[in-house]
């Protein structure tokens, strides 16, 4: 019995040993997970990134996918046999301190078949920095890991052709799109995990905004708030000791600009749902911003019991004619089942501007749409700053509660919302504010949150007890 016990002590040490040895067995599956390092692996979006202030955790996502993919042992996508991939970072230096250092705490040294170095000995490779990594497939076959640094240039990046790439922090606009390249062939992956430090830059229009809307780009911020593994009291002292646009970036992992953003409140997390049914009784209103040459926007409103909104549809779209925009605007409400007028034709909300003529035309926007079936109302509060307090508080009410939801197939609406700054003068920035303007329009248009009643004296009580036995009591 004791040899027998002994035997299954020095199993348990070795099984322990190899558990302890290999990290990747222990990343998010204890009793404390990070849902959004799951939300980013598990998205099967090609083009993937992740904002994320310091400590956050964005890293980590970032070194397991490269050792996931490389191994053919993603647990959420389809796995291929033999893998190439890139792992860009800003400099030389960084890519060894940083994400080097992540794929080698998540790589099992027992999967590593061989080791390039650029600097240093083959046998300290954790001290130097490599070049390129030969990892073992769980198919027998081999993949590899490539390291590459943006202040190479782009001529270095040309010529590949790779399943995978990953930026550690911010790359240049034209290496980005030259690693796009490199993934075409395969429909490979990119992804990136970055802190915004260096303002609206380009990643902040293509990626965050996505304002080409393509249907490959997912993003997701992550703060230290998404860590579970982080301290309490460590994460309220840090926040004490920066500024604010530093906790912006820092904690919170979002794109400052000097004057900061409108709809400070707004939160994809929260704001933007998925579609679903709406009751017929819910639908409420239209808006319309209109635009010739810049986008006209519209937008569907519906309203449940408890007063919350839901934007349910969209139509946005530019340099095109009333007659456009009014076949665009019935097709949808028809796809809706909209109500319609006693006169069947469909009401809207209009910028006021919309009724005014001009010598280039004989008739209105607000009479063209009449001729083409849209009965649409010009008489809006145009007051800026008293619609952007209205729809704040739609975004959060005095009780922290948000009133105000998207379908995420509002995808104009959302871009402009996560791109809406003050500049000078207090005065937002004028531009890509076409939805936010129809928005504003609708929202205040909605009657004011009735105000509570004041709790009954005990007097105005005693009455209504009176009242409810004399009516008992006669009928």
Known sequence: MKELIKKLDAVTKELIKRYMKNALSRYNTGKIVHEKQLLFHKCQKRNRWVFGGNRSGKTECGAVECIWLARGIHPFRKNKKCVNGWVVSVSRQVQREVAQSKILHYLNPDWIVDVCMME???EGYENGIIDYIVIKNVSGLNSKIYFKSADQGREKFQ??????????????EDIYYECLMRVFDKKGDIFGTMTPLKGLTWVYNEIYLND??????????????????????????????LSESELESRKYGRFMSSGGLVYSEFDENIHVIEPFDVPLS??????????????????????????????????????KDVVYHAEKIKEISNKLNWHRASNGMIST??????????LAAEKSVVELF????????????KNLFAGISRVKSYLKNAEGKAKLFIFKTCTNLIR???????????NPIKKDDHALDELRYYIVSRPETPKKLSEKSDIQKDKEKLIKKLSKKYY
């Open 120 to 122: 240093g000995k083959k």
């Open 159 to 172: 010529g590949a052709s790779l399943d995978f790439v990953w930026f550690d922090e911010e790359p240049p």
């Open 212 to 241: 080409k809307n393509n249907p490959e780009v997912w993003c997701e911020n992550m703060t230290w708030e998404d860590n579970p593994f982080l301290d309490k009291s460590e994460i309220e002292l840090l926040t004490s000791t």
């Open 282 to 319: 819910w639908q409420d209103n239209i808006s319309i911003d209109p635009g010739l040459n810049n986008p006209l926007s519209a937008h569907w409103y519906a309203v449940d019991y408890d007063g919350n909104v839901y934007v349910i549809a969209e139509h946005f779209e530019a340099k």
């Open 349 to 358: 909300l209009i910028d006021s501007a919309a009724s005014q003529r001009t």
């Open 370 to 381: 009449y001729d083409n079936g849209i009965l649409a109302n010009p008489k809006v509060d």
């Open 416 to 426: 402009e919302f996560k791109g809406y700054f003050w500049g000078k003068g207090d």
